[in-house]
């Protein structure tokens, strides 16, 4: 059966953006995010691919652990969210989870058991974000409990930056002071930058980087595209199932909000907002058909969009068309949707078939 929507992933590119990485942070650890089933690229086998070039791997939820360590990944996996019940403890235990540790709370829940089925726990600092971490307040009475208690598993110490994907945002450097004001004198390993951060200053690297974007080789700014040495890691496909020529006048797809302002040919392709391609794309989302760039035209559906192809000397029923990928970028597509590419990535949907294929980026 021919696929409606693939998504191709290049495992050949995610491991050269990963070394791309590790150059830029030679120092660090990196942690790579593999949360929201990496960013839709498949954790399981982005994991596998990565697991001899990373340290580790971040994920938010149990299940997303859950799913990594059955399919046999055996480095370190954060949880990036911590717990917060006794039953969850027990389970991050159970997998040999690290956990970030953001609360009293979990601290508390934590020191009541015995913790060496933990290998490493993260403490979170608020440096301003709010939205999980210790507060600068409760800062040092973390330390102070930890001492008391008979803990000694290693740990990290981390934040998170809010603005990073603004390097000149007056936030930054807010709590980049606040973080090194409350961890340089720690004898702990330090983490901080995200894929923006790890971007735009060497200094925010510290001992464990934690790229997610950057990894798929998709640009973390609004408008600064990432270094032609980072390659997209998926390139998504369907197929044309449909052609017509219409004449001026004539409107397109629902609402009848796009009218021919001249003869047009018009190609029906396989993929619409059930996939997860937003309904948000405007007429004019570009796509790519037979090496041409060509626009959306009308509304975005269910299970189909309709791309005017006037310009194009041939193309036939079956002809694949790229909506995002090494061709059209999908920072590009999300502006046309008024949205971010992580939220097109990460919101392709069960109806989408993938690909794993191993090429070289030079290819
Ligand atoms: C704590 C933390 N670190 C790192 C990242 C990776 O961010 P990015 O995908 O922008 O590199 C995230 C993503 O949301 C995060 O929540």
């Not at 982005?46 to 990944?73: H, N, Q």
């Not at 740990?155 to 990073?164: F, K, N, T």
């Not at 001992?207 to 998504?236: A, E, N, Q």
């Amino acid at each position: 059966m021919t696929k409606r929507v693939t998504a191709t992933i290049n495992i050949g590119a995610l491991i050269n953006n990963c070394n791309e990485i590790q150059s830029l942070a030679e120092h660090s650890n990196i942690l790579a995010m593999v949360k929201a089933d990496a960013y839709g690229h498949g954790a399981c086998d982005v994991a596998k691919a990565l697991e001899p070039v990373v340290a580790g791997f971040g994920v938010a939820t149990l299940e997303e652990a859950e799913a990594l360590r059955r399919s046999g990944v055996e480095s370190s996996i954060v949880l990036l969210e911590g717990f917060n019940f006794p039953h969850e403890l027990a389970i991050a235990k159970e997998l040999k989870l690290d956990v970030v540790v953001h609360q009293m709370k979990q601290l508390e829940l934590l020191l009541e058991t015995s913790c060496t089925d933990i290998p490493r726990i993260w403490l979170k600092l608020d440096t301003g974000m709010h939205r999980l971490g210790f507060s600068l307040l409760e800062w040092p009475t973390v330390f102070e409990k930890l001492e008391q208690s008979d803990f000694s598993q290693p740990i990290v110490v981390m934040s998170h930056l809010a603005c990073a994907d603004e390097p000149n945002h007056p936030q930054n450097k807010n709590q980049i002071r606040s973080f090194l004001a409350s961890v340089e004198h720690l004898p702990f390993p330090k983490s901080l930058a995200n894929s923006a951060a790890i971007l735009s200053d060497s200094n925010l690297h510290f001992d464990w980087v934690r790229p997610g974007i950057m990894l798929y080789g998709v640009s973390p700014f609004d408008s600064k595209p990432l270094s032609p040495l980072f390659t997209p890691v998926m390139s998504l496909t369907a197929s044309v199932i449909a052609l017509r020529d219409l004449p001026a006048g004539e409107t397109i797809g629902y609402g009848a909000n796009y009218q021919c302002d001249k003869p047009r040919r018009i190609a029906t392709v396989s993929i619409g907002y059930g996939d997860g391609y937003p309904r948000a794309a405007e007429t004019g989302t570009p796509c790519m058909i037979n090496g041409v760039r060509c626009s959306l035209v009308g509304r975005v559906s269910m299970d189909m969009v309709t791309v005017d192809v006037s310009d194009l000397d041939c193309v036939e029923l079956g002809d694949q068309v790229e909506l995002w990928g090494r061709n059209v970028r999908i920072e590009e597509v999300a502006k046309h949707c008024n949205m971010i590419a992580y939220e097109l990535l990460t919101g392709l949907t069960g109806r989408v078939s993938y690909q794993y294929v191993r090429h070289s980026v030079r290819e």
